[in-house]
């Protein structure tokens, strides 16, 4: 663990990973049962009211207790805060259509067992390089970094690579790709 970084950050680290990395086999036996990526999809937006909005509004609202309040002399809900807000719900909903609309792609193109496979590993091997980026640039808040390290670098290189790794090598259902035997000759018996 990093030093000074409390336990219950690695937890809740643990448990997105959890959750994300299930979220795409999840999404993909949903389509399969419903019938329909948009239904599948539909059912992750309900999903997220019940959880991200019904849980904050009970909190915020119901037991007026933020436990998430920085300051409270801070808590406002004004326009170009409720944006953000709003944007990131649109970047989170966005991605999540993505990941639906690529998961059925692959599926028509390599399978329905390998088809999720592959998804997930680029999603989650791209986001972090997009994330960095963005944080460092955009996102930074005015901030000034100082200039990364060649370590820097070369994990992004070696994101990049494994996420090429994971397509080149991709899992391959039993008996894929192979063609089927011939039946053996007949002969005829001998007179």
């Known amino acids: 663990m990093g030093a000074g970084i409390k336990l219950t950050v690695f937890l809740f680290i643990a448990g997105a990973a ?3 990395g299930v979220y795409v086999p999840l999404v993909h036996k949903a389509t399969a049962s419903l ?3 948009l239904r599948a999809f539909l059912m992750v937006g309900v999903a997220y009211f019940l959880v991200a909005v019904l849980v904050p509004a009970l909190f915020i609202f119901v037991l007026k ?6 300051d409270v002399s801070k808590l406002n809900w004004a326009s170009g805060s409720v944006t953000m807000g709003l944007l990131a719900g649109v970047a989170g909903a966005v991605g999540a259509l993505f990941v639906i609309f690529a998961t059925r792609d692959a599926v028509a193109s390599v ?3 390998v088809g999720p496979l592959i998804v997930a590993p680029y999603v989650f091997a791209g986001a972090p390089i997009v994330n960095t980026i963005a944080s460092l640039t955009i996102f930074a808040h005015g901030k000034k970094f100082e200039m990364p ?3 820097f670098y070369c994990g992004l290189i070696l994101t990049a690579v ?3 790794m994971v397509m080149v090598n991709k899992p391959m259902e039993q008996g894929a790709g192979k063609t089927p035997a011939e039946p053996p000759a007949s002969t ?3 007179e």
Do not use: Q
Request: aromatic share 4%; charged share 10%; proline share 12%.
């Open 18 to 20: 959890l959750s994300w």
């Open 35 to 37: 019938g329909s990526n």
């Open 65 to 70: 207790n933020d436990p998430t309040a920085r």
């Open 111 to 113: 399978g329905p067992v």
């Open 149 to 151: 390290g060649a370590g």
């Open 162 to 164: 494994g996420m090429a």
């Open 188 to 190: 005829s018996p001998s």
